[in-house]
């Protein structure tokens, strides 16, 4: 029987899996225990990529492989540390809550005690301790917790498009009663020129949206929810209502010839914002199942 960590030379990608001959031949790999009784295995030279040996010995180490390190490309922020003037990228298994910490804590001891053993002082004098407490979440409690972020954003959602519907609506009675009256002709015939008028309408207008935007800008990060405040969400979030009340009242605009009375015009623009902020929440929740799907069959499982 071969040891763990030993490597196929007969395996290949195929059709989209990593497979393997029934009992190929192998080629056993360097290792060695340290005195902390972690078995260490050195994987350069003529195994070749890390990748391969990892597809390779998958079977050898279920549950018993946490991570490694090896050499990782040079960039601009690469500089000369004794000895280490590599990138170094470090493995680990994202089954275990405490491989990513541990490993990574391994790494910057050794840096460190390279550099205290350069200047002349005992490296085992020195280390970085790390404590880890993952917060162990189950599969249920995970899903539950999703579920209701997610409700949760989708609500608030819905009370935005009510509340964003209901905005532009209250323009169109204005426009109604205004054509109606012709109180533009009146302007016009009183010296205002077409220009002043629609620049006067559009300044209206978009300072009505801007304190509209604030304050609904100023309630969600008072609330601080991730979905709209979080990294650069915020900015996206005002772009994005900004764009919808700009078109909203574009479309009250060419509507308002279809009515003649304010409450009929003002309650089917209110009713059609709705519907139309409703409808694009639905596609959104059936397209994002699709994507999901669309992605996990379109990539391959190897590399």
């Not at 001891?109 to 205290?116: C, K, P, Q």
Request: glycine share 4%; proline share 5%; hydrophobic share 45%.
């Amino acid at each position: 029987m071969k040891a763990p960590g030993a490597s196929r030379d007969t395996c290949n990608c195929e059709e989209s899996q990593w497979t393997c001959r029934e009992n190929p031949p192998r080629t056993p790999t360097p290792r060695w225990m340290t005195n902390t009784t972690d078995v260490l295995f050195d994987i350069t030279g003529e195994h070749g990529r890390v990748i391969d040996w990892l597809l390779d010995t998958h079977d050898d180490f279920i549950d018993a492989r946490y991570g490694g390190w090896s050499p990782a490309a040079e960039s601009k922020s690469s500089a000369d540390l004794h000895g280490t003037a590599s990138n170094i990228l470090v493995w680990y298994n994202n089954k275990a809550d405490h491989a990513l910490p541990s490993y990574l804590n391994s790494i910057h001891n050794a840096m460190l005690r390279r550099v205290v053993e350069a200047k002349g002082s005992t490296p085992a004098d020195y280390g970085i301790t790390t404590y880890v407490h993952p917060l162990l979440v189950t599969g249920d409690e995970l899903l539950t917790r999703v579920t209701s972020q997610m409700v949760t954003d989708y609500g608030t959602v819905l009370i935005l498009v009510t509340a964003f519907g209901l905005f532009p609506s209250a323009l169109i009675p204005y426009l109604i009663m205004e054509r109606s009256r012709e109180e533009k002709r009146v302007q016009l015939v009183a010296g205002v020129s077409t220009v002043t008028y629609w620049f006067a309408k559009f300044a209206i207008d978009l300072l009505s949206v801007s304190v509209f935007i604030a304050l609904t800008v100023a309630v969600l990060a008072a609330f601080g929810l991730p979905a709209y405040t979080a990294n650069a969400n915020l900015a996206a979030t005002v772009l994005l209502l900004f764009l919808f009340c700009t078109a909203a009242i574009s479309m009250v605009y060419c509507m308002e010839k279809l009515f003649s009375e304010p409450s009929l015009g003002q309650l089917t623009v209110i009713c059609l914002n709705i519907f139309i902020g409703i409808l694009t929440i639905v596609s959104i929740l059936l397209l994002d199942p699709m994507w999901y799907i669309s992605v996990s069959f379109k990539f391959p499982l190897c590399v």
